[in-house]
């Protein structure tokens, strides 16, 4: 018998749900309604020329590549710790990286205003330490901690799943060869666990970029990052054409990370293979 | 010894940064007061007030019903389709299908949501549970089907066929051979489309309707006003009924690995 026909219902799911509402989003982007028509025009991705929007674009992409390189540089020793860890202490480390996850986000995002506060628990630290209270919240550095905290697990488990997997009788010939413990870091282990790494840093930046959760939380009402210009355009100001344009446009950014990134993982694959 | 006290500290900073909004959460639920200042005393008033708090009672038995239908739903289409396409031969019309299968994967969740909601609008479609619990499902399914496909390529293909030829009907075979040994798939995509239901706004946010709603959306309308401490208590209670949940598993699976080890010496 023929399997391959209970694929056939979900292909017409995949149709109807994953296809068609992306090419409207797409047909929306280029066009406008006009006396109750639609009209095609590129009016939308020009609006989004303006200065103003420019610049909140810039804001995210930064944020993001903030957060993706610090979440990297905090997390992988940590991923690095875990691997080397004996399998019973290892499973729990994991598992606790895996816990925090089982509380609603938007609850634990929301649980930093309490630690961030004016008269939050850091605050107190620091007025302790004999300094005068800190303005920690409703700024860049609130939305960076924010996304930090949220992303970092994405980060540090595949490195984690990556280094684990390292044959160590790599880094025992490694070492039997001469090769002090830092050449054994950058010549064995750093060049083996780069897809980890381009894993980590797409399940990371891609969140990072598109997200306005986050930054409305701790970044406060007029906080805008591009998530939040969506969230705009649809459901306040109700320009679903100019909201489409703007989504468009992200997909774009994260199309050419997500290229950036495969390339220098095949890169890396194909040029630094041991043998 | 100085580089020992340094990993040490470092794995105490980082555990320190994931547990602290959480502790915080779990301790607030205990605080009699309702605002986010300081410390007023112990109450177990938030605990209390959890049964009668109807918005909250109505937001969390959508949240559960959703995600109770969605991934048992996501999990029968996603079985079959992962079957269809484990079926199909290698070639254009697979690869399509495996990629646009992907692409809720990788979209950005707020792309999903305002395709999804754009599609309701053309369609006509009223928002609310319908719209929800469909929004759900599709996005629930591909993470059903990329946990499948593995065990089916891990599969024996030989022992469908000599079902068959045993005299097994197609889906007799199906049902006694192919599914059990797939079932591992199974469960985790399954366990993974009811997390992602239960824990999604984003998607949710943009295909709720009126009087529809979840948990993660009514904690974000409370976020402007300040959250009611009955959501701590509430997300107290869900997280410390997991933490129990995976500890009897824990157990449980300890016990048999104990038993397993047992029988092999005997």
């Not at chain 1, 302790?128 to 994405?154: K, Q, R, T, W």
């Not at chain 2, 992907?102 to 319908?130: H, Q």
Request: some cysteine; overall charge positive.
């Amino acid at each position: 018998m023929k399997m391959k026909i209970f694929s056939y219902p979900y292909m017409l799911w995949l149709v109807i749900f994953i296809v068609v509402p992306l090419l409207l989003v797409f047909l929306y982007a280029v066009t406008t309604t006009e006396n109750g028509g639609l009209q095609f025009t590129v009016e939308n991705l020009r609006r989004f020329l303006d200065p103003n929007y420019l610049d909140v674009l810039w804001v995210s992409i930064k944020l993001a590549l903030q957060t993706t390189i610090i979440t990297l540089i905090l997390g992988y020793p940590i991923g690095m710790i875990i691997a080397r860890e004996k399998p019973s202490k290892r499973n729990i480390m994991v598992l606790l990286f895996v816990i925090p996850m089982w509380m609603n986000f938007l609850l634990r995002t929301y649980a930093w205003l309490t630690l961030l506060g004016k008269n939050g628990i850091v605050n107190y630290i620091v007025t302790l330490l004999g300094f005068e209270p800190l303005d920690l919240l409703y700024n860049d550095g609130a939305v960076l901690l924010g996304m930090i905290y949220n992303f970092l697990p994405f980060m540090v488990l595949p490195i984690y799943s990556v280094i684990e997997k390292i044959d160590n009788s790599l880094i025992e010939a490694a070492e039997d060869l001469g090769a002090n413990k830092f050449e054994v870091f950058t010549k064995v282990t750093l060049p083996l666990s780069i897809p980890g790494i381009m894993t980590g840093i797409t399940m990371v930046f891609m969140p990072a970029v598109s997200t306005f959760v986050i930054s409305r939380l701790l970044g406060g009402g007029q906080y805008m990052l591009i998530g939040n210009l969506i969230e705009q355009q649809f459901l306040w100001v109700g320009d679903w054409h100019f909201g489409s344009a703007i989504s468009i446009i992200m997909m774009i950014f994260i199309l050419i990370a997500m290229a950036i990134t495969s390339k220098f993982d095949d890169q890396k694959e194909g040029s630094s293979g041991l043998w | 010894m100085v580089k020992n006290i340094l990993k040490k500290l470092y794995i105490f900073l980082m555990f320190l940064f994931l547990y602290a909004p959480i502790i915080v959460l779990i301790v607030y639920s205990f605080n009699d007061s309702r605002s986010r200042g300081g410390w007023k005393g112990f109450t177990l008033r938030w605990y209390a007030e959890l049964f009668t708090n109807s918005d909250i009672l109505t937001a969390l038995y959508y949240t559960v019903l959703i995600a109770v239908l969605s991934s048992v739903i996501s999990t029968i289409v996603g079985t079959f389709a992962a079957i269809g396409i484990h079926g199909m031969k290698n070639g254009y019309a697979k690869k399509t299908v495996l990629n646009l299968n992907y692409l809720p994967v990788l979209n950005p969740d707020i792309v999903t949501a305002v395709s999804l909601m754009t599609l309701f609008k053309f369609l006509r479609i009223e928002f609310g549970f319908v719209t929800l619990l469909l929004s759900h499902i599709t996005f629930c399914i591909p993470y059903v089907i990329l946990s499948i496909l593995p065990k089916l390529r891990q599969m024996n293909k030989h022992l469908p066929e000599a079902a068959m030829d045993l005299g097994a009907t197609p889906f007799y075979a199906l049902r006694k051979v192919v599914i059990p040994e797939i079932m591992p798939g199974i469960v985790s995509g399954a366990l993974i489309a009811f997390t992602l239901s239960i824990d999604d706004f984003v998607i949710s946010f943009f295909n709720k309707g009126v009087g529809v709603t979840n948990l993660s959306i009514t904690i974000y309308s409370m976020a402007r006003r300040g959250i009611n401490p009955v959501i701590n208590a509430l997300s107290t209670l869900m997280f410390v009924s997991l933490l129990v949940l995976l500890i009897i598993i824990n157990k449980k699976d300890e016990k048999d690995a104990n038993s397993k080890k047992r029988g092999e010496n005997i």
